[in-house]
């Protein structure tokens, strides 16, 4: 189990949304592994690009917040902040419709740098993006 507190829930997770860009897409929690978190994004007006294929700036946007939320959950809050430092997207294959879903799984758990392998899917499991995600972890200023 990587996850700070072990007893961590997906009901908990929706604390982290309200009055952010992942609400205003309407990404949700779809599931917490020990050592993974998965969230979906809709493919819909809010994520698509003039061609009517979802942006791949929206699949960017889901993965910095499933990787940074990630790295939230493995780090003490009390002590440790997390900001993303780099993310770079292979896009595989275009979406239209439905859902996309990201799983957010650690490559590497450092003590100054987390960094998140995260593969995107569709609805029918076809790969749509590959990224990686570094994250700084910086002590909090007392």
Known sequence: MIWFNPQLTLTQL???TP?????HLGMEW????IDYLSLRMPVDE???QP?????????????????SVASHLVID?????????????NHIRSAREGFVTAKATPLHLGGSTHIWDIKIH???????????????????QK
Do not use: W
């Open 14 to 16: 929706d604390e982290f």
């Open 19 to 23: 009055g952010t860009m992942a609400n």
């Open 30 to 33: 779809v599931d917490i592994g």
């Open 46 to 48: 809010r994520t698509k």
């Open 51 to 67: 061609y009517g294929l979802l942006h791949g700036g929206a699949s960017c946007a889901l993965a910095e917040t499933v990787g």
């Open 77 to 89: 809050p009390e002590k440790f902040i997390c900001v993303g430092l780099e993310i770079n997207a």
């Open 122 to 140: 569709d609805d029918q499991e076809k790969l749509i993006c590959v990224s990686r995600l570094t994250v700084a972890i910086l002590q909090k």
